[in-house]
């Protein structure tokens, strides 16, 4: 099985309800932050994305919220379905080509 | 669609064998990666390239290689493989002047 979900925090919703993943990001020069989702035995896959200058920015279910004054990342996902359980991570790109990745948090959803 | 790929899905082999791991991307990127991903760490960057014979060390090169002899496709070697590197290998990449990350599904790399 996969075993990248060994460790994480766990956040379990009803199916239905909205959920909210958090990260904290620690550069502060960072001007681009990604959240990613990972499936068991799969690559991460592009969620959403949102650069410094925005607080907010909102996808198809999703909403990202950007809070630079205490490096502060937030995933809300609309709706909750079971298609959504995964693990989810944030990650953040200084000026510069490298990315710093969070652990993740696994998401289950609850029939 | 960005497709990122990766040569296996699975792959089990012995301490001391030597180890190719490869990634082609379709995107004409100039800029590829790897990264390992091991429970209850991020993931962390192995090695960088941003043109064709161009690569960067990243946070944990050690005992790695790459190859990058043609744009499409960044090779990552294990010249002598050790347990310690059972992982889950990611291969990404990346247009200049984009910041978005394309994935491949990754490799999990078992060391017996």
């Known amino acids: 099985g996969e075993s990248v979900g060994l460790h994480l925090p766990t956040l379990s919703v009803q199916e239905g309800d909205n959920s909210i993943i958090n990260c904290a990001y620690s550069?502060?020069?960072?001007?681009?932050f990604i959240w990613y989702k990972q499936e068991s035995g799969k690559g991460p896959q592009f969620i959403i994305d949102?650069?410094?200058?925005?607080d907010k920015r909102q996808g198809q279910r999703v909403t990202v919220l950007l809070n630079k004054t205490v490096k502060h990342l937030s995933l809300q996902i609309a709706a909750t379905q079971p298609g959504d359980s995964a693990v989810y991570f944030c990650?953040?790109?200084?000026?510069?080509?490298?990315?710093?990745f969070g652990t993740g948090t696994r998401l289950k959803v609850l029939a | 669609d960005v497709k990122v790929t990766q040569s296996s899905r699975y792959l089990v082999k012995r301490t001391g064998e030597k180890v190719f791991l490869e990634c082609v991307q379709d995107?004409?990127?100039?800029?590829m990666f790897w990264y390992r991903q091991d429970p209850g760490l991020g993931l962390r960057l192995i090695y960088f390239?941003?043109?064709?014979?161009?690569?960067e060390k990243g946070d944990i090169p050690e005992g790695y290689s790459v190859s990058r002899e043609k744009k499409e496709r960044f090779s990552l070697i294990l010249e002598s493989a050790s347990t310690n590197q059972t992982s889950m290998y990611l291969c990404?990449?990346?247009?200049?002047?984009?910041?978005?990350?394309?994935f491949g599904p990754g490799t999990r790399l078992t060391v017996t």
């Open positions: 990404a990449s990346r247009g200049t002047g984009g910041n978005e990350q394309y």
């Open positions: 550069n502060s020069a960072s001007d681009y």
């Open positions: 949102i650069r410094s200058n925005m």
């Open positions: 990650a953040e790109n200084p000026p510069s080509y490298k990315y710093i």
């Open positions: 995107m004409d990127h100039e800029n």
């Open positions: 390239s941003y043109d064709v014979k161009m690569k």
